[in-house]
């Protein structure tokens, strides 16, 4: 929904009704992955996608019968499916799209997500998309909103509340977005509702120390790809913010000393990635035995393999265990050939991806099996 705020609460404080598609399942090679949104504005425009072209006709169908019955609808989609194969979902994959009516009514905290969204704050919207028969049928499309200290809403049960408040924090705080089951009434043991998560969480943190061009290139990708880009070295004269325009923010303190301290504010969590890019072993040692010792997405850090080899050394000597050097990626990035610094950044943010999907790194063209992966968080 991040991707289609703007158009989404545009209509909605015009009091305009909207058409919005929700994909809330995915499986093998889906095109898009769960929380993609597409909007079918009051004008008959279309705004978003669920499926990258493949059945957004199907789905702008849906959506427009969706708000004038005011009746929202799971609609599944995937190639054993005659109709979905009709439809154009042809990449071998299967989503499920939820088809609801959004006006000031049916989404009433609409404008508080919005403001979350845009301010950082975490929020869930918890949305019920499955009832297990005609009895329950007005849970369908119910709500509720978690943060990390109230609710609103409510999906018509308050022990069901409270359980879908306690996993919906859990999974905001990994960063996650998904669906839970429970019975009618909370029981986590049950699976006659589905509730899907959608959780909005600050962006995640890519932290870049040493401030050097390499820098500049690691940043301006890091931002690309949806980072809250840091920038830290220890030298002001390097580290400003006219040599790092791309950075969300330009740090100048020791390395290692502005980790710890972001450790100690709990800004920093395992969605966070680490590059170190000093080629000073008295900037470089130091942070490393501090980020090789938390729960990171990724420890990378630049240099030659004999660079690599001192490193290490002097990493044992200070106390880290094989398992905790195992984690860093040394010589950093995928071997690519890269050269230049938007090169070298290109084979870092590919090591990051790889990372965090589980990809091998190798051409598609020489792999068997799937092209997607499931995230390995």
Request: overall charge negative; aromatic content about 6%.
């Amino acid at each position: 929904m991040r991707d289609v705020l703007d158009d989404l609460t545009r209509w909605w404080e015009a009091g305009e009704p909207v058409g919005m598609g929700t994909v809330v399942g995915t499986w093998r090679s889906s095109p898009r992955p769960a929380g993609a949104v597409m909007l079918v504005g009051p004008d008959g425009s279309a705004v978003g996608s669920v499926s990258g072209g493949c059945v957004e006709g199907a789905v702008y169908d849906l959506a427009q019968e969706s708000v004038a019955a005011g009746t929202p609808v799971l609609q599944r989609y995937g190639v054993s499916d005659d109709d979905a194969f009709a439809v154009g979902l042809t990449c071998g994959g299967i989503i499920d799209v939820f088809v609801e009516r959004v006006d000031r009514e049916s989404f009433p905290e609409l404008g508080s997500v919005a403001e979350a969204i845009r301010t950082g704050k975490p929020v869930a919207v918890v949305t019920c998309v499955s009832a297990g028969d005609d009895d329950s049928a007005d849970r369908l499309g119910r709500r509720l909103i978690v943060w990390t200290d109230r609710t609103e809403g409510t999906l018509g049960s308050a022990r069901l509340d409270d359980a879908a408040t306690d996993d919906a924090r859990g999974m905001l705080a990994a960063g996650r977005t998904g669906l839970l089951r429970y019975g009618y009434d909370g029981q986590r043991r049950g699976d006659d509702l589905t509730l899907f998560v959608a959780g909005y969480a600050p962006k995640p943190r890519m932290i870049v120390f040493g401030a050097i061009d390499f820098a500049a290139a690691v940043a301006r990708i890091g931002g690309f790809l949806g980072y809250h880009v840091t920038v830290c070295d220890a030298r002001p004269v390097f580290a400003t913010n006219r040599r790092f325009p791309d950075a969300d923010e330009v740090v100048v303190d020791w390395p290692h000393r502005y980790l710890t301290a972001q450790v100690e504010a709990g800004k920093i969590d395992e969605r966070t990635v680490v590059c170190v890019l000093t080629h000073d072993p008295k900037f470089d040692g130091p942070v490393l035995e501090v980020a090789l010792r938390l729960p990171l997405a990724y420890v990378g850090a630049m240099g030659s393999r004999r660079t690599h080899d001192d490193r290490l050394a002097r990493l044992r000597e200070a106390g880290l265990t094989d398992d905790e050097l195992a984690r860093l990626a040394s010589p950093v990035g995928l071997d690519l050939g890269a050269r230049t610094p938007e090169e070298t950044a290109v084979s870092i943010a590919a090591e990051i991806i790889a990372a965090r999907w589980g990809g091998s790194g190798e051409r598609l063209s020489i792999l068997d099996g799937r092209i997607h992966h499931d995230s390995t968080d």
